[in-house]
């Protein structure tokens, strides 16, 4: 882990950007990225295997249990730190959180200028689907009724709050996000499309049970009965 020296001016777009007090990030891109990544293969295995010991559950199931373990852990720790921690771009400790958000504001400033929409945004986010998530994987491995229409509320919510995201930006003029490839397709389009694609996936995925259930419930297909 490298550290580097403390500097002025920042590199988030727009330039003008005022970010008194700024603090450069502490750590090398390499380790943020590493620390991310092992985090989530470490949460992912540590799912499938619990999701193992369960054996009504189908391998979709398990990785969308994986899934909703691993989001729900992003949203809660991540996402919850730029929610609570106002200042982090002033952060001058090297803590990893807050250095993570230093590297991403590349790809969008909103968060170190503290945008009224994002932090609203990812306060409910981290606050109510982060814990809701953890909840759904419960009721998933447990068979709890209530599963799939859980799973559809959070993965509605993620969708919603992703299309708000994307959108804002682009009525904007995506001047919040420096041009370079990492940056805005990597970072800002490719990474977060991960929370449209999976969660539309599990949407359709709960629909049909749902669906199924009614129809089975009521007796959809039946005769009517003669008077």
């Known amino acids: 882990m490298t550290v580097h020296p403390v500097g002025d001016a920042h590199p988030y777009f727009p330039l003008d950007l005022h970010l008194p007090e700024y603090v450069p990030m502490q750590v090398d891109f390499d380790y943020i ?32 249990s994986c899934w909703f373990m691993v989001t729900g852990l992003i949203h809660f720790v991540i996402e919850g730190w730029v929610v609570a921690k106002a200042d982090f771009y002033k952060d001058a400790s090297g803590n990893y959180l807050s250095d993570t958000w230093k590297e991403y504001s590349k790809a969008d400033s909103r968060y170190a200028s ?79 499309a991960i929370w449209i694609v999976v969660p539309f996936c599990c949407v359709v995925h709960a629909w049909g049970k749902i669906s199924k259930a009614v129809a089975a419930g009521s007796g959809s297909g039946r005769k009517p009965k003669k008077a």
């Open 33 to 64: 990225l590493g620390v991310f990544f092992t985090a989530v293969l470490v949460v992912f295995a540590a799912t499938w295997w619990l999701s193992g010991r369960y054996s009504h559950l189908t391998r979709g199931e398990r990785v969308m």
């Open 114 to 192: 503290r945008d009224s929409f994002i932090i609203s945004m990812e306060a409910v986010t981290a606050f109510l689907w982060g814990p809701l998530c953890p909840l759904l994987v419960w009721g998933i491995l447990t068979a709890k009724p209530w599963r799939y229409a859980l799973m559809l509320v959070v993965s509605v919510g993620q969708i919603y709050g992703d299309v708000l995201y994307y959108g804002t930006c682009y009525l904007e003029g995506f001047i919040h996000s420096r041009p370079e490839a990492l940056y805005f397709w990597f970072y800002f389009v490719i990474i977060n």
